[in-house]
């Protein structure tokens, strides 16, 4: 079992930075995929980025890429979402999520573990 739990959330305003962190319980997690998902008012949950087991591969979905930056830090047992020039479509509850796998893509159901979410909103 692993708990997952974010935090760094908040109201920032157009092309502000936020820093996003998920911290997990549990001696799997440097084993473990993690992916960011997010979710607007509503909207489907949309894949944000995703890093390997051992942080050497990013994935970023296109809407992020060039201002989004996930990356681990496996003795702290916690991922990091740094988004940079953030727009107002980026407002949406943010979720960490792991896999039992080295690997992972970006659909919600390849993930098996959640964390509770972390509210972004950014002011236009």
């Known amino acids: 079992q692993v708990h997952l739990v974010e935090s760094g959330g908040g109201l920032i305003q157009h092309g502000g930075s936020l820093r996003l962190s998920c911290a997990a319980s549990?001696?799997?997690?440097?084993?473990?995929?993690m992916g960011w998902f997010r979710q607007a008012p509503g909207k489907e949950r949309e894949f944000v980025a995703n890093?390997?087991?051992?942080?050497?591969?990013?994935y970023y979905a296109d809407s992020v890429k060039g201002r989004f930056t996930i990356s681990r830090d496996n003795a702290k047992n916690t991922v990091y979402l740094q988004m940079n020039g953030l727009k107002p479509e980026d407002t949406a509850v943010y979720y960490c999520a792991a896999a039992t796998a080295k690997y992972s893509g970006a659909l919600p159901g390849e993930y098996d573990y959640w964390g509770q979410g972390t509210q972004v909103t950014v002011s236009s």
């Open positions: 890093i390997n087991w051992s942080g050497s591969t990013t």
């Open positions: 549990g001696h799997t997690f440097s084993s473990y995929a």
